[in-house]
């Protein structure tokens, strides 16, 4: 692995005929920035809104804390447990809620 360069990694994309690919997976990586940073400014927006009714934000906060701890121990699962796929994922999900 030494001495091997990112020109020599892009000669060996395109020599695989991987590049349409590598460039799909570049898009859909920037799309997902964009789309980012527009729900970011959507959150943000919102905010002003949610203050003038107390309600809606103890119903945010209600429906917040019943889904944090299954997101969180299907995150935990993924990083302490290699056998973690999708179907792991739909089973603890079903079974947390």
């Not at 005929?17 to 799909?24: I, N, P, S, T, V």
């Not at 107390?54 to 121990?73: D, G, K, M, R």
Request: glycine letters at 4%.
């Amino acid at each position: 692995m030494y001495g091997v360069t990112v020109k020599s990694r892009l000669e060996d994309i395109v020599k695989a005929g991987l590049w349409k690919a590598w460039l799909r997976v570049m898009l859909l990586f920037s799309d997902c920035r964009v789309f980012v940073l527009v729900m970011t400014a959507v959150g943000v927006a919102w905010i002003p809104i949610v203050q003038h009714f107390s309600e809606l934000f103890h119903y945010i906060q209600n429906v917040t804390s019943c889904l944090a701890p299954p997101i969180c121990a299907i995150y935990l699962l993924a990083v302490l447990w290699r056998r973690t796929n999708e179907q792991v994922n739909l089973v603890s999900n079903s079974l947390s809620v």
